[in-house]
């Protein structure tokens, strides 16, 4: 059993908040180190399609590789046989009746549209 | 090399609900572009998708149909890309819990044999929207009315060995999900779409080798055509000493070929994550039983029991049974005549024979299945004879009334009367003496095909309206 | 009448002290006069605001008035209002007017209240200082050097100014609590699910409910009722039974146990506030609670957890701003690409987009288990630890924030400090609890406050003790000079 350290992050900015609680450390990942690449970035900024443009990536890597080592702390957690938790009060869907409750509202949503015609919302080309 | 295909299907399937999966819009397929979606298919900020009970139990029901493990907390996922016809930039699907897990249901070959198709899973998701590419200044036109369709996505094992077996799956579960009412089935209108991934490895083998999927393919006929072209394809390349390339293929109809589709081959990362707007629906006990004793006949103890309850071939059973609609059909007249074989027979060769002609399905036949027994039974009663009856049928098919009234309004009455049949035999005795004398001279064997001579004097006589066995009774009691 | 509760303006409407059309009127001519010093509002409607108060006033003459007739209020610009702009604090949405009501502001109609104008807040809710709002920052009637907090900054420095006697918010991560404290007002989160989020700009799915601030416990409680109720097309919204919360505010605290986390009294908590928060424990003994020490052992590592969970549902919940059916379109797009990746980067501010591409990396192959998985399992353990404390106490209480209100730009170009700011608050949605602020004195003239954090549903409780706590104190009664026209 070994005891939780401020480290990355915490150490770092000498924030010691708070007592460090006493939880036992799995395994080292390899994440621990996990620092970011500006071309990571690039690719994520293409999944999440958000131009980012040269002369800022520099600072966005930055300050992203910052909260990524603020997040690396949760690797030192044992969480084995920790359920994860999506819904706060783990409760249940409940189902709607199979009943049409729309009408046709295509006016009203179309009047705040940028570009339409026919019916139809329009974007450049798509290319198949 | 011989090549051996490893081919496994994705089937999209429309479920035939009144309204979308998360919201209350309706799914009425063909109306004005964007008329049918609401602020939730929209994806308007702060819209939430609730779900349709109707999707859930439809889905349990082909879950059960095909003897599958019910995913007792189903889980749905968010899976990320963004595409103009996917408005919240994520499709609600499911990822690691799908609401059917494993399962199985029977394939009938064109030659009669039948063999099991594993299913891997099948999973509730939403439909995607249209993208119209007709020109609009250079522009596409995007219709939202069929975004959050709800859909059954059904992924084969990778078991289908060719192109006919793969058409054969699909029929069966066409035939499947009919049967079981969860969907119209109505390819031309989308309600069943195909994805299809295709392997080939040497005879023998077991490993897998590189596989190429081929996207939407839409008729029973494409598929076909297009696992035949691409299981060419790979040969070529393999026995050239190639490598099949993973990606992903149009069918083109029209040029017959399936090509690259190079535009979706960018690295995806879709990013599955749990949906936080929805929460895991929870199937119980009760509510599976509750499912599961309203489940219909489903095909296959369809076809074993035509098979046994009414002495049918197997191949008549099959045909039959091929669809809910046509099978109801059958039982009926069955019911309205009593006679299982005779009402096989008039099913298959005379009604199918004039649907098959008039491109018509069952649904939209003109002759009700009542009004066939009722045909079927004057000739079992001997009222017109099984040639004049097809005279009937035609024109029952034509509109022109029930048997009855047709069997009237023609004049095509069986004469049945043994007095006036009696004066006709007499008649035709006496005008053939000549025959009567060889017919007195010859053996058994001889005398009956001697017989058929009389008999067609006398049905000519009679226009032949005269009821043949009464005939055949006559005239074997006059011929002493 | 601009310094009245809501408790004390529904007496006054109901006693024909005065009209709604009057009370409207006198608010519509504070904010005009006073929001150029905290830019609190993002649009105001006059005419309709007026309209709606003189159809309040008949409904009050005929007599079947709901409870919060004729109540002007202001709604979070987060919160979709049929036929009026709602911004959401960006650029992306700031044509956008929604052809439909979220079901907050369709209860507020329903229950009488007269809509104002929609608050400032931090783009899309990212923020803990307003400062990334597309609209400038709002600040803090109490020192307009100051941050109001954020996100809800712009409807805790309108209520703190006097510029509306009570505002909705939205609390993700402390959005409405960390406000509340900074400007001196009183905030309450409620149970994740008790309020619909339908119609309600996402932020973190998971995370995000709606509440209400004002100056008193008891106008939370009466506005916790219109708001508050199970909606059929939320389903995440509890389907729980709602109550009448103000049943219970004069209940007397004996016996009540109050739990102190040792973490939250740690270093890192500024020491005058922290004497302001040990003092206004006192007071709550007095009245007959006891104090507990306890200790929410996974507490340092709510930032972390939080600060993968948020972003990564949020990164996918904006997705949706695309530039096709609503909102910033960019010009001239050359293609679909172009349409996509210029649109949202000119449309969405520095922290939003951080916020999207940290999330977008937590989601991605590779990084799921790591990140995500690993965020939701630690938040179930954070939640233990609260349903831990809640076996031995009714209450946890301590700080709101680790210090009063900060400089505009003193955190601004630094997101990890700003992070910090909210390590306090998060642990309360990550695991779903009921939150409050309540406001428990001052340093350096600069609001503190109180949280009370609460079991599930227990909202009830909440404001009874905060609503006894504001019978023997005056902190809430405290009004800054600069809303009474003195210097900003």
Not at chain 2, 8 to 36: M, Y
Not at chain 2, 216 to 240: M, P, T
């Amino acid at each position: 059993m070994q005891l939780y350290q401020p480290q990355g992050f915490w150490a770092r900015r000498k924030c010691d908040k708070f007592t460090p609680p006493a939880v036992s450390v799995a395994a080292r990942s390899e994440l621990d180190t996990m620092s970011i690449e500006q071309n990571e970035i690039e690719k994520i900024a293409e999944l999440a399609r958000v131009r980012i443009s040269g002369d800022e990536i520099g600072q966005v890597t930055e300050r992203i590789a910052e909260i990524l080592q603020m997040m690396d702390q949760l690797q030192a957690v044992d969480t084995a046989d920790v359920e994860p938790m999506a819904n706060p009060l783990d409760a249940i869907q409940q189902l709607r009746p199979d009943v049409v409750t729309e009408t046709n509202r295509r006016d009203a949503f179309q009047a705040i549209a940028p570009a339409v015609e026919n019916g139809l919302y329009l974007v450049p080309k798509v290319i198949e | 090399m011989q090549w051996e295909p490893v081919i496994g299907l994705e089937v999209h399937l429309q479920l035939a609900t009144r309204s979308k999966i998360f919201s209350g819009s309706p799914t009425t397929f063909g109306a004005e572009p964007n008329t049918q979606a609401s602020a939730v298919d929209l994806a308007m900020p702060g819209m939430l998708p609730v779900l349709n009970e109707q999707a859930v139990c439809y889905a349990v029901r082909f879950g059960l149909g095909i003897g599958a493990e019910i995913g007792r907390r189903s889980v749905f996922d968010r899976k990320n890309y963004f595409y103009p016809d996917l408005p919240k930039g994520y499709q609600i699907s499911q990822f690691e819990a799908p609401i059917v897990g494993k399962g199985s249901f029977e394939i009938l070959m064109e030659d009669g044999s039948s063999r099991r198709i594993g299913i891997t899973r099948a999973h509730l998701e939403e439909d995607a929207g249209k993208s119209l590419h007709e020109d609009f200044h250079g522009q596409t036109g995007i219709d939202l009315n069929r975004a959050g369709t709800p859909l059954l996505e059904i992924v084969s094992e990778p078991e289908i060995r060719s192109a006919a077996e793969a058409v054969a799956y699909l029929k069966a579960l066409h035939s499947l999900v009919t049967y079981l009412g969860i969907s119209d089935g109505n390819m031309s209108e989308g309600s069943m779409r195909c994805d299809v991934n295709i392997s080939l490895r040497p005879v023998g083998s077991d490993t897998l080798g590189t596989r190429a999927e081929i996207k939407n393919v839409n008729s029973f006929r494409f598929v076909e055509k297009a696992i035949r072209h691409e299981i060419e394809r790979q040969a070529d390349i393999l026995d050239d000493g190639g490598q099949v390339v993973q990606e992903t293929r149009l069918y083109d109809a029209e040029r017959d070929e399936t090509r690259s589709m190079r535009s979706k081959e960018v690295a995806n990362d879709y990013r599955y994550f749990p949906e936080p707007d929805l929460l895991p629906v929870v199937i119980d006990d009760a509510y599976i039983e509750s499912i599961r004793s309203a489940l219909p006949e489903l095909p296959a103890d369809k076809r074993q029991r035509f098979a046994e309850q009414y002495g049918l071939s197997q191949y008549d059973a099959n045909v039959l049974s091929d669809s809910r609609a046509l099978a109801d059909y059958f039982e009926q007249v069955v019911a309205d005549c009593g006679d299982a074989k005779i009402a096989a027979n008039w099913v298959q060769v005379e009604l199918l024979g004039q649907l098959n002609r008039d491109e018509r399905s069952i649904e939209n036949c003109p002759v009700s299945a009542a009004d066939l027994g009722a045909l079927i039974s004057r000739i079992l009663d001997q009222s017109i004879s099984g040639k004049m009856a097809k005279q009937v049928f035609e024109a029952m098919w034509q509109g022109e009334g029930s048997a009855d009234d047709i069997i009237a309004a023609k004049g095509l009455k069986q004469v049945s009367d043994s007095g006036a049949l009696e004066a006709i035999v007499d008649e035709v005795v006496a005008a053939n003496s000549a025959q009567v004398q060889q017919y007195l001279a010859a053996d058994d064997a001889k005398r009956k095909k001697l017989l058929g001579f009389f008999v067609g004097q006398v049905m000519k006589l009679s226009k032949g309206q005269a009821n043949p066995q009464m005939v055949n009774e006559l005239l074997a009691n006059k011929l002493v | 009448m601009h310094t009245k509760s809501v408790a004390q303006l529904i007496q006054g409407l109901r006693e024909r002290q005065f009209s709604s059309a009057e009370l409207t009127r006198v608010y519509l001519d504070r904010i005009a006069a006073l929001d150029t010093r905290y830019n609190s509002f993002i649009s105001v409607d006059e005419a309709a605001a007026m309209a709606a108060a003189s159809a309040a006033d008949e409904r009050l003459a005929a007599g079947d008035a709901p409870p919060l007739t004729g109540i002007p209020i202001a709604h979070k610009d987060i919160f979709c209002t049929d036929g009026m702009r709602t911004s959401c604090g960006s650029r992306m949405l700031d044509n956008f007017v929604p052809p439909y009501d979220a079901t907050v502001v369709q209860r507020f109609r329903a229950a009488g209240a007269v809509l104002l104008g929609k608050t400032n807040m931090d783009e899309f809710a990212m923020g803990s200082s307003n400062e990334s709002s597309f609209y400038g920052p709002a600040r803090n009637p109490w020192d307009t050097d100051l941050v109001p907090g954020g996100s809800s900054g712009g409807s805790a420095a309108a209520v703190a100014g006097l510029l509306a006697p009570a505002a909705t918010g939205t609390d993700t991560g402390g959005s409405i609590r960390q406000p509340a404290a900074f400007c001196g007002i009183t905030g309450l989160k409620p149970t994740y699910g008790r309020v619909s989020r339908l119609g309600m700009v996402a932020f973190a799915s998971s995370l995000d409910q709606a509440g209400p601030m004002a100056h008193t416990a008891e106008d939370c409680a009466l506005l916790l009722n219109a708001m508050a109720g199970h909606d059929p097309l939320d389903s995440t919204s509890s389907d729980t039974a709602t109550e009448d919360y103000t049943l219970a505010l004069g209940n007397s605290l004996d016996g009540l146990r109050i739990g102190l986390p040792e973490e939250y009294f740690g270093d890192g908590l500024d020491s005058a506030t922290g004497d302001c928060i040990r003092s206004a424990l006192r007071e709550l003994e007095a009245q007959g609670a006891t104090l507990v020490n306890v200790s929410l052992p996974h507490a340092a590592l709510t930032i972390p957890t939080y600060y993968i969970i948020a972003p990564a549902e949020a990164s996918t919940n904006l997705s949706r701003f695309d530039g096709v059916r609503y909102g910033y379109r960019c010009a001239d797009p050359v293609d679909l690409h172009d349409l996509y990746t210029r649109t949202r980067q000119e449309g969405f501010g520095d922290e939003v987009k951080r916020r999207i591409l940290v999330g977008t990396y937590a989601l991605s192959a590779g990084y799921y288990d790591a990140y995500y998985k690993k965020a939701q399992q630690v938040r179930r353990l954070i939640k233990q630890d609260f349903m831990a404390c809640f076996e031995q106490v009714d209450v946890i209480a301590g700080p709101t924030t680790p210090g009063p209100a900060f400089a505009l730009g003193a955190k601004s170009n630094d997101p990890v400090s700003m992070y910090l700011e909210d390590v306090y608050t998060l642990a309360v949605n990550l695991a779903g609890l009921p939150g409050m602020s309540v406001p428990a004195g001052f340093v350096d003239n600069k609001p503190v406050g109180l949280q009370l954090i609460g079991r599930h549903f227990d909202e009830a409780r909440l404001l009874n003790v905060a609503h006894r706590f504001q019978r023997a104190t005056d902190w809430h009664l405290r009004q800054p000079e600069s809303a009474n026209g003195g210097p900003a």
